[in-house]
């Protein structure tokens, strides 16, 4: 019989796939811990120890249920350490005659894997991950011959397509969205559930990961870690959210808070990115809850939440295979500044961007608004080249896998595709922030100040960010009245000299 060798990689977990339903003799799972994929960024501890202990268990899963599996722990002494040079040495070893992989998510990881096939000399084959709603084609086709990708007509298409809060043709409550509901302040008096009760012990294998000498970033408690390390404790936050948070999603889904990293967020994306679930049980989860209880559960609560996974989760990955790999080069600003070192450390006497830097390091994790409106916007405003600000983002978010990565930060935070993916730059003054959330009662700078001592950084480089790209945005239809506000300012000369300043001490601030 033909011996088949079959890669599983780390973010490919789904224990659901058909591969796994029948046994056969003559395969072998292929798993691997390789510091080619611990190495292209600086990766946060939590990211890379979540991931591998993720996959171990994923193997002792395999293994129970009588599959062949060969593991190569980060440490093992026949790990080359890279995909191509361990799967030529098991294909030998083993005399394997036919190599199969899963689609990888990422284009660097396809484009190895396709190269590599061509190169092996043996049959080779491809099979989907049955993970995603849309293929990896399906939103370049929506758009054909459209210059704008926007969101929205792909999300409804979505909801029809897998009929998700709809009445026949109709969307439930008469409206598509109901975004607007999305945008409430916390109030003080609020209380945040604690999260579900798992904790796992992670210490043999962070030590392991040390031993291997692999560089990483931020901090970890290793004998607490909270990350889901399998289905069951997937399904135990999808549970504790469905319960406990989602009553509260909407609401205050762009809500910031110094005391609380996660407020009513779901926590769920590292197990969806590893495929621990799939998105669907998620959507039909929380779809379920309003259709049995609409009272303790407000349709603007769950369609917000359910537009994140049908809508934007999978039109981002769509985004991604319609424009890679140009899309990793894009740079609409030409922004070429280096990332402020606060950035790996949070010391920075702006209160909005230490605490939000400060929390990832700790948890690995920043919720939406955190990413887009204080690390992003600040990142946007002074000019940092996009290549840096990925990179930051792929390695410290628990989440962080580039289809899902690039197009959040270098095209909807960064605007760095010119406006395909967002319709005009995400950039804020103080006052958003201020709005959102309760950062700038205890920071050192002044919201309210536009120049002289103490003001906001924020305020005069959101100003000094416009009229330096006047001739890039002037034409953009929802920006016109920035123009016209800048244009009438009083003091706009002292607001660029300030930003002007700022940007030149921009690690001081
Ligand atoms: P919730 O707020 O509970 O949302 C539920 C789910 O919706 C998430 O788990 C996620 O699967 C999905 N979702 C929500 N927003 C988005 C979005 N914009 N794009 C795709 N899926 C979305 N998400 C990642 O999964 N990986 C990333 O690397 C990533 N990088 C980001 C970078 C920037 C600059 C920004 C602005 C956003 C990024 N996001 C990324 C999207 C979003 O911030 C995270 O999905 C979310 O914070 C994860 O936390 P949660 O599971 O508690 O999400
Ligand atoms: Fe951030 Fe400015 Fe508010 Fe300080 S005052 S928290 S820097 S927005």
Redesign the pocket.
């Known amino acids: 019989m033909a011996k088949t060798l079959k890669l599983i990689l780390g973010d490919q977990l789904n224990s659901r796939h058909s591969w796994f339903k029948k046994k056969n003799p003559d395969e072998w799972y292929l798993m691997m811990e390789i510091r080619q994929e611990t190495d292209y960024v600086n990766h946060h501890i939590q990211k890379v120890t979540a991931i591998f202990q993720s996959m171990r268990l994923f193997a002792q899963w395999l293994k129970h249920e009588g599959h062949q599996v060969i593991y190569l722990k980060i440490g093992d002494k026949e790990n080359f350490q890279n995909l191509e040079e361990n799967i030529r040495h098991i294909i030998s070893k083993k005399e394997i005659s036919n190599f199969e992989y899963l689609f990888p998510d990422e284009y660097r990881l396809d484009i190895q894997l396709k190269n590599l096939c061509n190169s092996l000399g043996i049959k080779s084959g491809t099979c989907d991950t049955e993970h995603f709603l849309s293929d990896r084609l399906e939103v370049k086709e929506f758009f054909k011959g459209n210059k704008k990708f926007l969101m929205e007509p792909f999300y409804r298409y979505m909801r029809k397509k897998f009929d998700i809060l709809m009445e026949g043709e109709k969307p439930v409550g008469g409206k598509w969205n109901f975004d607007h509901e999305n945008r409430k302040k916390l109030p003080d008096n609020v209380v945040v559930p604690p999260p579900p009760d798992f904790q796992n012990d992670v210490t043999t294998l962070v030590d392991a990961i040390q031993a291997a000498g692999v560089h990483t970033i931020g901090e970890i408690i290793p004998s607490d870690f909270r990350w889901p390390r399998d289905r069951d404790q997937a399904l135990r936050v999808l549970n504790h ?1 469905c319960k406990k ?1 989602l009553p509260d ?1 909407g609401n205050y ?1 762009d809500a910031m808070h110094d005391q609380n990293a ?1 407020l ?10 590893v495929k621990l679930i799939h ?1 669907l049980e ?1 959507i039909k989860a929380v779809e379920s809850c309003w259709r049995e209880n609409p009272k303790k559960y407000a349709l603007p609560q769950v369609e917000g ?1 359910i537009r ?2 049908l809508g ?2 999978e ?3 769509g985004i991604y295979w319609a424009h890679m790999p140009g899309y990793g080069k894009l740079n609409f600003f030409d922004h070429q500044k280096d990332l402020p070192e606060f950035y790996w450390t949070g010391n920075t006497r702006m209160n909005c961007v230490g605490h939000a830097i400060r929390q990832s390091l700790d948890h690995a ?8 409106m204080i ?2 916007n600040f990142a946007l405003l002074a000019g940092i080249h996009p290549d840096q ?1 990925d990179h930051w ?2 390695g410290i ?1 628990i ?4 289809w ?2 690039i ?3 270098r095209g ?3 605007f760095a595709d010119g406006g395909l993916v967002g319709t005009k730059p ?1 950039v804020s003054s103080s006052n958003y922030i201020n709005k959102m959330s309760n950062y700038c009662n205890s920071c050192f700078y002044d919201q309210k100040k536009k120049f002289g001592d103490k003001a906001c950084p924020f305020n005069s480089l959101y100003w000094a960010f416009y009229e330096k790209n006047k001739d890039k945005l002037f034409n953009n239809p929802r920006i016109g009245f920035v123009y016209k506000s800048l244009d009438k300012m009083k003091n706009k000369e002292a607001l660029l000299q300030q930003a002007e300043a700022y940007l030149k001490q921009v690690n001081d601030l």
């Open positions: 959210f948070l999603f889904q996660y009513f967020h779901s926590k769920l994306s590292f197990a969806l990115n998105p998620v939440f994140q996974i934007w989760r039109y981002m990955r994790y920043a919720h939406h608004i955190q990413r887009l690390t992003g600000v983002y792929l978010y989440d962080a896998f580039q899902v990565e197009t959040n930060t909807m935070s960064q995400y």
